[in-house]
């Protein structure tokens, strides 16, 4: 469905999993579509041509969203090049899975730096420009792990329930400058992510989804979409779960 007017929207971690379909579901909805990744350029080249092939602008930058002055770089030349950013989505996000007594300061940091802080670095950088044109929606990825936790993820779900405080907060804060913040918390997607846990811990896993199957990338996207769509101008401050009903 087309949005009314052109919109511009700035996707964290696009270049792969559910970052790369949110741009391609923003694209083909109307948006001019700025992503960054870490190190998947030649991902990030080929989506860039999709995208383009949707007739909407697209920009894609290597930036590290645990770096506050790349990212604030980014967003002003996101906004130099396509205009104001009216939707911002985070989805820049990795895993270092083990028990706390094995974990290590290294996976707790970058765990946390990438998840949680790649989450402050986007939100800070965007929301100034949002709060003088009073409007914007911000949609931040969490996780159900972050809602209930999951043993050997105790970096993760801290970095993921961070974000859930973090956007709560924040759209208290800015909810009188006409901006959104949601939470979108997906369950187990089909993504390099969850490729990395192995088919038979997943396996094991899907035993315990009540509809016996991952999600796909495209599904959660469209929530994404939703929540950033005018039919969602109601709903701020929520955590949507989208996981085949794993956490009932
Ligand atoms: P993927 O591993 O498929 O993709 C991760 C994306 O984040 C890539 O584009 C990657 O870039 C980018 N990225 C990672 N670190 C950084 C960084 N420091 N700076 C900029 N970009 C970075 O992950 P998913 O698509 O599966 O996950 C997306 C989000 O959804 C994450 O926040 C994840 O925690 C969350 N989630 C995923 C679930 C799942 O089952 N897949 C379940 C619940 C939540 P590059 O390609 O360059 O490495």
Redesign the pocket.
């Known amino acids: 469905m087309a949005q009314q007017g052109k919109r511009v929207a700035l996707v964290?971690?696009?270049?792969?999993?559910?970052?790369?379909a949110v741009v391609l579901e923003l694209a083909a909805r109307g948006y001019d579509v700025a992503f960054?990744?870490?190190?998947?350029?030649e991902?990030?080249v080929l989506l860039g041509k999709e995208v383009a092939e949707l007739g909407v602008r697209c920009r894609a930058d290597?930036?590290?969203?645990?770096d506050a002055a790349a990212v604030k770089e980014w967003v002003a030349a996101v906004e130099g090049d396509l205009g104001p950013v009216d939707l911002a989505v985070?989805?820049?996000?990795?895993?270092r899975d083990g028990p706390l007594v094995l974990m290590s300061e290294e996976d707790w940091d970058a765990v946390l730096?990438?998840?949680l802080d790649?989450v402050f670095t986007v939100c800070r950088a965007v929301v100034f420009g949002m709060m003088k044109r009073r409007s914007g929606s911000i949609v931040n990825?969490?996780?159900?792990?972050g809602v209930h936790g999951n043993a050997t993820q105790t970096n993760?779900s801290a970095s993921?329930a961070g974000i859930i405080g973090f956007t709560k907060a924040l759209s208290k804060e800015v909810g009188r400058y006409g901006i959104r913040a949601n939470v979108v918390?997906?369950?187990?997607?089909?993504?390099?992510?969850?490729a990395q846990l192995g088919d038979k811990a997943l396996a094991k896993m899907l035993g315990a989804v009540p509809l016996r199957r991952?999600?796909r990338?495209e599904e959660?996207a469209g929530l994404v979409a939703y929540l950033a769509s005018d039919e969602a101008a109601y709903i701020t401050g929520s955590v949507l779960q989208i996981d085949g009903g794993i956490t009932i």
């Open positions: 964290s971690g696009g270049s792969r999993g559910i970052g790369r960054c990744y870490r190190s998947a350029a991902a990030a290597q930036v590290d969203v645990t985070t989805s820049a996000g990795i895993t730096g990438t998840n790649g990825l969490s996780s159900v792990s993760y993921k918390a997906p369950g187990l997607i089909e993504t390099d992510m969850t991952l999600g990338a959660v």
